[in-house]
């Protein structure tokens, strides 16, 4: 058995997850759900039929044998190498229906000899009939019954228990006939019946298979090999051979083997595949390069500082995974459904039997308790949620969006405040030169002076020089005046560059817009003013304006002053603004507008975000933030992008629009339908076809997802 496990915040408790094989319904689920939570040690059991896996917190004394044979004694088993079991689940299920389908077409001609003339007698023989339907109905069949015991073993009842009872009492019936009791042979009902169910079970699981695609192409992704640079040359290894340190070679049109700092060279590397962000990013020695993304023009050597699990895309594979199959608020009327669904049917058979019966129509209440039967299937109901949750959270992971869990992306859509602290979210988070004053001799002397300079600002000011293609001078006594600023000699020409306290109209302009302004004099004479700040993000703008448009109201959080935050504020277009709040007081602040505004989001990246995000009903954490950040969040923008907030609160409203109207389908099938049965207005074969139909209608409608535009 190969688990997932993964620590718990409570380090006495880990999460386990591994998939299951051999569920038909969502009864079979729910069954296995409720034995797994009765293993000593299990404080919580999830199983979702659509993405076959068990996701557990248990005590980390727990071992993975007794969570398995929980799960056999449920009557299924564990999965170890599961796309192999499926395929040769699929592939046994194909020839069954092979099978299964000659026979039941002999059967059936066999069946109506009026309507078909030209078959020999000894086809329209009752023994014949038998004969060729013992195998559809025992061998075929034999899922069924023995889904239907370990069910009765277990006092639980499934949809394989509906088909059981239902077949076997037609072909029952049919051999009671052969022996006189009664009148009438309906092989060709229960071998019918079987096939359909068969054939749509093979239908549903292969449209299931392209729920998890996001997952099979992030898992295509990963690199096999890497060219390490170990003892003097380079060697080829395994990926499961790199270490944390080693340094690797990545060439032109390869792909980044794992995650690292580049040491030496520069390229440019598409990481479209995680950020969903289609133009290559320039990178230079220093800066960091995710694994399995791919390698345009240029060559370089990085040191791996993530390997194995460790990494991005092994993380994004991972939350991919888990919020599939997690369970969403919506799916709890399903479930209750569900578990009261299969007594209730069986309950209805035999009510609809007994009345049909006393009305003097024994056939027909055979028919039409065979028909209550097999109509009622609740996989429709199973499938209608987690089909959608596996595809949206997909389609998600696709853009740059990694949705947490199913209940995040849930209740994303219903959001009608939404909080964006400023630094690193809304600005970029780091200060650039955004307006000089003064000659351009200014920013070249002021530049040349901050090169020796190791206070925060001097970085903007010598890249923002650079950027506009100015040679920077060579600078001697250069002095760092504490609180005040910087002086030195360039061209024996003493100048001095920071802030002496004056105040005129200019500064105080550029100050009330949240800049920070420098002056560059010599002697007396003041030469210019440089402006610095930290700058809004692309985007953000109509980000804002957008969220207004759909009624939802922006604030904006900083631990800055009054005046730089009202000049932030009023660029992007927010109106409501808290300032100089202290990084403890952010969960507060959302608390007290979650009162007064209901359903709330917040969008951080620092570790002092983390409160605040999980004080909030959905966080959203910038991919560029700390871990603490992303584990605090709900739902993670990998791709930096702030309009990805927008693509968020889009794919949980179509998700949503999704998961109701298969719920609508589903439950309304069953309203409609199974009074039809039982009144005897449907054939119990073409119930055997709406079942099969209805869960494959609602699997395909899931999978619209894939198309939609966010």
């Known amino acids: 058995m190969k688990t997932i496990s993964k620590a718990w915040p409570n380090k006495n408790l880990v999460r386990k997850s591994f998939p299951i094989v051999g569920m038909h319904c969502a009864s079979c689920a729910k069954l296995i759900e409720r034995k797994l939570n009765k293993t000593p040690g299990v404080i919580s059991a999830n199983v979702n039929y659509a993405s076959e896996v068990a996701t557990l917190e248990v005590e980390n004394h727990v071992k993975d044998g007794d969570l398995a044979k929980a799960v056999a004694d449920a009557g299924y088993k564990v999965g170890t190498n599961i796309e192999e079991e499926k395929k040769k689940e699929l592939q046994n299920l194909k020839v069954k229906i092979i099978v299964s389908s000659i026979l039941s077409l002999l059967v059936f001609i066999g069946s109506f000899p009026e309507w078909f003339s030209f078959i020999p007698a000894l086809l329209s023989n009752s023994i014949t009939l038998l004969l060729l339907s013992a195998p559809v109905q025992f061998w075929a069949g034999k899922q069924f019954y023995l889904a239907t015991w370990s069910g009765l073993r277990n006092r639980a009842a499934s949809m394989d228990t509906l088909i059981a009872v239902g077949t076997t009492a037609a072909y029952g019936y049919s051999i009671l006939s052969i022996l006189g009791i009664t ?19 093979f239908l549903e699981a292969k449209a299931k298979s392209h729920t998890s695609d996001a997952i099979k192409k992030l898992l295509g992704l990963q690199v096999k090999t890497a060219r390490v640079l170990r003892g003097g040359r380079e060697i080829d290894l395994p990926i499961e051979e790199v270490k944390v340190g080693d340094l690797i070679r990545v060439r032109p049109g390869e792909k980044v083997p794992t995650d690292g700092e580049i ?16 133009i290559p990013v ?3 020695k220093g800066d960091m390069v995710i694994g399995s993304t791919l390698n345009k023009n240029g060559s370089f050597i990085f040191r791996a500082t993530k390997v194995g699990s460790e990494t991005m895309l092994a993380q994004i594979v991972e939350m991919v995974a888990s919020a599939q199959s997690s369970r969403a608020p919506i799916q709890r009327l399903a479930d209750i459904v569900s578990s009261y669904f299969v007594p209730i049917v069986l309950m209805l058979s035999v009510l609809t039997f007994t009345i049909w019966f006393d009305l003097g129509e024994p056939v027909r209440a055979l028919i039409n308790m065979v028909a209550v039967l097999i109509i009622a299937c609740p996989c429709a ?4 949620t987690p089909t959608a949750i596996m595809v949206g959270t997909g389609k998600g992971a696709e853009k740059g969006v990694l949705i947490k869990d199913a209940e995040a992306l849930e209740t994303a859509h ?18 650039v030169l955004v307006s000089f004053a003064g000659k351009t001799e200014t920013l070249q002397i002021a530049a040349s002076l901050e090169q020796g300079s190791e206070h925060p600002l001097a970085d903007a000011i010598v890249s923002g020089a650079k950027e506009r293609g100015i040679k920077l001078l060579k600078v001697i006594s250069f002095r760092a005046i504490s609180g005040k600023g910087i002086e030195g000699i360039i061209n024996n020409k003493k100048y001095f560059f920071g802030n002496r306290g004056e105040k005129n109209e200019m500064v105080q302009k550029l100050e009330n817009e949240g800049k920070t302004v420098m002056l560059l004099e010599s002697g007396e004479k003041i030469l210019g003013y440089i402006a610095v700040a930290d700058t809004l993000k692309e985007g953000v703008k109509e980000v804002i304006k957008e969220l207004e448009n759909k009624g939802i109201v922006p604030w904006m959080v900083t631990g800055d002053n009054q005046r730089t935050a009202k000049a932030i504020a009023k660029e992007a277009g927010i109106k409501n603004v808290l300032a100089e709040v202290l990084p403890g007081q952010k969960a507060s602040k959302v608390k007290e507008l979650k009162e007064k505004y209901g359903v709330i989001a917040f969008a951080g990246d620092g570790i002092n975000d983390a409160p605040a995000l999980a004080a909030s009903d959905v966080g959203i954490a910038m991919g560029t933030g700390t871990d603490v950040a992303i584990e605090s969040a709900g739902i993670t923008l990998i791709n930096k992008d702030i309009r990805s907030v927008l693509t968020a609160m889009s794919l949980s409203r179509a998700t949503l629009s999704v998961i109701k109207q298969n719920l609508f389908w589903a439950f309304g099938y069953n309203v409609v339908l199974i009074p039809a049965a039982a009144l005897g207005y449907l054939n119990p074969m073409i119930a055997a076809f709406a079942m099969a139909a209805s869960s494959i209608s609602v699997v395909l409608n899931s999978l619209r997802l894939k198309k939609i535009k966010i």
Request: hydrophobic share 40%; proline share 2%; charged share 25%.
């Open 263 to 278: 040491a030496e060279g520069q390229s440019s590397v598409d990481e479209s595949m995680v950020t969903g962000e289609s």
């Open 282 to 284: 320039e990178k230079f």
């Open 414 to 431: 219903k959001v009608k405040t939404i909080i964006f602290d400023k630094t690193g979210t809304l600005t970029l988070g780091k200060p």
């Open 381 to 384: 109901m199973g499938l209608a």
């Open 183 to 201: 009148k009438g042979t309906y092989f060709d009902t229960a071998a019918v019946i079987i096939t359909l169910i068969l054939l749509g079970r």
